[in-house]
């Protein structure tokens, strides 16, 4: 799974780098599988031609997800694994944002992104920028904090239940 | 007056038919649905969060709970992923258990399906067949790992044992009498002409709408989209068995059917090739760093008792990186992505559940049919639940 083969690796990040000369990113390679870390600004241009270029066709999102790096400057990584039916490669893609800042989102490019997002902004409370319905997924409407971040403790109770459990 | 009114109702979450505590709000106009909005996440119960605190190997179990209908194939994704990480591979009759294994998961959760769905269509003694073979499957469960529905049986670095004695037996006589079986399941519902008026033409989804909206597994497949990860991306050694993959045409609830149906027949086709070919050899890595010492070995070699101890204390470490494995459970694109900081626990787990992202594509099916209709599709996505909320 994720074997990207070096020549077709090469290709799409060669491709990219030909398409995209002003773009900057940097990629890593790592078990066979191909890491683009791009800036935000270009995450929507680029994920276009991913996707439409007839000789990538990452025609299909698989997942979107994000990552608290704790500790780092900026703090969150948002990570999306694109995935082409046709040649049946797949790319990883990372954005880096920092707390209060938002992504573009990119339920205009596949439209499975859309309760993927919500379910990040609902965990790390990362917004995205043009999403049609921003809202918490998983969790209750009223909740407060967002339970993936690293500084989120594992167990805790909210605030409704600890002042319900001692005013008896 | 010409304005048209229309009314909102609450499906859910305690309703039988959404398989699970599953909301939705319909706005109706008669018996028309105008608008379906999914509410989820009554079953949230943190499994990403939890499993960063977690050590490696005791991550497993977690993932059986997400699709209880599948465990085996949520292990799988698990150990392949941290393998991947770790840069090994299971030894190869690991792999072909692991095969056999997840293919009657496959058999055991489609029965499942088949039966929850046809008693929510109205053919209630389909159900009762269904799970008269799913019991079946679940003993050979409780044969290889002492629990019926959550094994927790595949491990990082291979098996938790090797199968028990008597259990190729158990599964050659069950797929003898399977294809027969399901052969009767089929008398009973494919040319059934009620069957047929609900579920033809219902729930109707166009290839492209659905690659776009994520949808995969069975449901893409019967839009007549060819992707089986089996097939486009084999793991666990997938590459050297044959079977067909499932295609439909039309992407309605009759062609869901029918490619699990063919589905199921296509497992039972590769469980034999699996107990055929089941080579002979270790069900674990050779690593003392991963896999327990066996028991004699303890009270004889002291590093035997100190790999033993720091296994059970402090788990193994992990490379630090990132991989995303995914793998073709019953539902869809089961991904793990997993990242590691190069210590005793993950980082960060994400699953991608393929009930999670099949479900975004129930609104494009069922907008502008009729709420009876409405059942037969949420039936026809094969949802779990659990799988949806984690």
């Known amino acids: 799974m994720g074997h990207v083969k070096g020549a077709e690796e090469n290709l ?27 800036r935000s600004g270009d995450l929507i241009r680029i994920c276009r031609y991913l996707k439409e270029d007839p000789g990538l066709l990452y025609d299909f999102l698989s997942d979107l997800t994000a990552v608290d790096r ?19 490669q797949r790319i990883r893609l990372k954005v880096q944002v920092g707390e209060g800042e938002a992504v ?5 490019v596949w439209g499975a992104a859309d309760w993927h997002e919500r379910e990040v902004f609902d965990m790390f409370g990362i917004c995205f920028e043009g999403h049609p319905d921003l809202r918490r997924i998983l969790m209750p409407e009223e909740w407060e904090g967002f339970p ?14 600890e002042e319900g459990a001692t005013s008896d | 007056m010409t304005e048209r009114r229309t009314m909102t109702i609450n499906m859910g979450p305690q309703h039988p038919s ?21 509410h989820i996440g009554y079953l949230h119960t943190g499994m990403e969060k939890v499993a960063e605190s977690k050590r490696f190997q005791q991550v497993v179990p977690i993932t059986d709970r997400m699709d209880y209908l599948a465990p085996l194939s949520n292990n799988l994704a698990y150990a392949l992923a941290v393998e991947k990480l770790l840069g090994i591979e299971a030894p190869p009759r690991a792999q072909v258990i692991r095969v056999m294994l997840t293919e009657l998961t496959r058999i055991g959760s489609h029965l499942v399906w088949l039966g929850t769905h046809a008693i929510d269509i109205g053919a209630m003694s389909v159900f009762l067949y269904a799970f008269r073979e799913r019991e079946a499957i679940l003993d050979m469960y409780e044969q290889v790992s002492g629990a019926r529905m959550m094994s927790s049986y595949f491990r990082v670095g291979g098996l938790l044992a090797d199968l028990p004695e008597g259990f190729e037996k158990t599964v050659r006589s069950f797929i003898a009498s399977f294809p027969d079986r399901l052969a009767e399941y089929e008398d009973l519902l494919t040319h059934n002409p009620i069957w047929i008026e609900r579920t033809r033409g219902v729930g109707v989804i166009k290839p492209e709408e659905a690659v776009d909206l994520g949808l995969s597994g069975p449901s893409l497949r019967a839009c007549g989209v060819a992707w ?27 062609d869901r059917y029918l490619c699990r149906i063919f589905e199921m027949r296509q497992s039972v086709a590769i469980v034999r090739q699996a107990l055929e070919g089941l080579p002979d050899g270790p069900v674990v890595v050779a690593d003392p760093k991963l896999i327990p010492p066996p028991k004699p070995m303890i009270k ?21 990186g990132e991989v995303y494995q995914s793998v073709e459970s ?30 975004q594509s129930l609104p494009r099916m069922a907008e502008g049919r009729l709420v009876a209709d409405l059942v037969a599709i949420i039936g026809s996505i094969d949802i779990v639940l659990g799988e949806v909320d984690r």
């Open chain 1, 12 to 38: 799409t990040v060669s491709k990219l780098r030909e398409w995209f000369p002003d773009a900057t990113f940097s990629t890593k390679d790592f078990r066979n599988e191909t890491t683009l870390l791009i």
């Open chain 2, 18 to 38: 959404t398989h699970g505590v599953l909301r939705l709000v319909l706005e109706l106009d008669g018996e028309i649905i105008v608008r379906c909005m999914p």
């Open chain 2, 300 to 320: 004889q070699s002291m590093e035997a008792l100190i790999d033993h101890f720091l296994l059970w204390s402090k788990g193994f470490v992990v490379p630090a």
């Open chain 1, 104 to 108: 573009p989102s990119v339920t205009s």
């Open chain 2, 330 to 359: 019953p539902r869809g694109e089961y991904g793990i992505y997993l990242v590691s900081d190069g210590g005793n626990k993950p980082y960060r787990v994400h699953f991608r559940t393929p009930s999670f992202v099949n479900l």
């Open chain 2, 228 to 254: 089986d990860i089996r097939k486009s991306n084999p793991y666990s050694g997938y590459e050297q068995f044959h079977f067909e993959m499932s295609r439909g045409y039309h992407g309605d609830v009759y």
């Open chain 1, 70 to 88: 704790l500790g780092d400057h900026p703090r969150f990584e948002v990570v999306y694994h694109l995935y082409s039916l046709q040649y049946t």
């Open chain 1, 148 to 161: 993936l971040r690293k500084d989120y403790p594992v167990q805790a109770a909210p605030k409704w239940w």
